[in-house]
Nanobody
Framework: QVQLVESGGGLVQAGGSLRLSCAAS????????AGWYRQAPGKQRELVAA???????KYVDSVKGRFTISRDNAKNTVYLQMNSLKPEDTAVYYC???????????????WGQGTQVTVSS
């Protein structure tokens, strides 16, 4: 079964940086579109960064200029580099990716298990 495994979350002080990784496992041919979501207690889940299979990226205004989404298809991995972190970035972060399987060749929408990011002031 194809799945996404996240890593890289943790505790960091304001102004610091973290790099989240989202590795696809299973019989994967390629990663299509992918994105990072986050959800804080009492708030709705929001899409903070997205990347297309062609490499185009988009960010929510609150993280633009601070976060960078990227992918390495050879490693079947999506990354989120987070710089200049603020306390309001504290949330559980989830990776989402549309995966092309091999050899069946069907598209599968997968979610990571979530990783906690806590930014202290």
């Amino acid at each position: 079964q194809v799945q996404l495994v996240e890593s890289g979350g943790g505790l960091v002080q304001a102004g610091g940086s973290l790099r989240l990784s989202c590795a696809a496992s299973g019989r994967i041919f390629s990663i299509n579109g992918a994105g990072w979501y986050r959800q804080a207690p009492g708030k709705q889940r929001e899409l903070v960064a997205a990347i297309t299979s062609g490499g185009s990226t988009k960010y929510v205004d609150s993280v633009k200029g601070r976060f960078t989404i990227s992918r390495d298809n050879a490693k079947n991995t999506v990354y989120l580099q987070m710089n200049s972190l603020k306390p309001e970035d504290t949330a559980v972060y989830y990776c989402n990716a549309d995966l092309r399987t091999w050899p069946a060749g069907y598209d599968y929408d997968a979610w990571g298990q979530g990783t906690q990011v806590t930014v202290s002031s």
